[in-house]
């Protein structure tokens, strides 16, 4: 195999655009990564990982992926993904890309090291060292409150730096709430008090 036929199914091929050509296979993260996302009022939150890439063309690649606690509460979970829609990332100070939904989302991990990433052109020649910053606004999620200021307030806060879907969004013991996948359903079945032994 050629080191250009190598190059072409080892990374996404990037259009001037911004937007991801077809390519074989997720681009798995390596070590230059930037973390960013943010948490909420009632606890969890969600972690974005980027890593900047060279393109076969030349050009600066973002490639990333993004992540959600396992157990938010359920007025949280139906919004978590919208929340990534007015996100950003910038590039030493400049904007290069709109709406983090465009990233894969992963399971929470210590580390997004191998993590299978979408990546996007930025239109930026490629250089060592950028600053990349992952920007996502503060927001209400939900506000439900009567004329007498009683109900529910939840507000989503940005944070760089931190890996803030390791944290948990329910107050309740992870083996009586966790998050199961398939269906996007949530298990909140008591524990046996004496669990059978394997």
Not at 143 to 160: L, Q, Y
Request: charged share 20%; aromatic share 8%; with cysteine.
């Amino acid at each position: 195999m050629s080191f250009r036929a190598f190059v072409t199914a080892s990374l996404a091929v990037f259009s001037l655009s911004g937007s991801v050509m077809a390519a074989p296979d997720a681009v798995p993260l390596t070590g230059d990564i930037t973390l960013g996302g943010g948490d909420f009022s009632t606890g969890g939150g969600i972690t974005v990982a980027v890593e900047p890439r060279r393109a076969i063309d030349g050009q600066l690649a973002l490639c990333g992926v993004w992540a959600q606690s396992e157990r938010l509460t359920a007025y949280v979970r139906p919004h978590v993904r919208d929340l990534l829609a007015p996100g950003s990332l910038a590039v030493d100070g400049q904007v290069v890309l709109h709406d983090l939904r465009v990233f894969n989302e992963v399971a929470p991990v210590e580390s997004y090291v191998g993590a299978p990433a979408t990546c996007m052109a930025t239109g930026l020649p490629y250089r060592e060292g950028v600053r990349v910053e992952i920007r996502i606004p503060r927001r209400a999620v939900v506000r439900e409150r009567d004329s007498d200021g009683i109900g529910a307030e939840i507000w989503f806060m940005p944070a760089t730096g931190e890996n803030l879907a390791l944290t948990s969004g329910s107050i309740l013991p992870a083996r009586w709430t966790r998050f199961t996948s398939p269906g996007n359903r949530y298990d909140t079945t008591r524990p046996e008090e004496n669990p059978p032994q394997d």
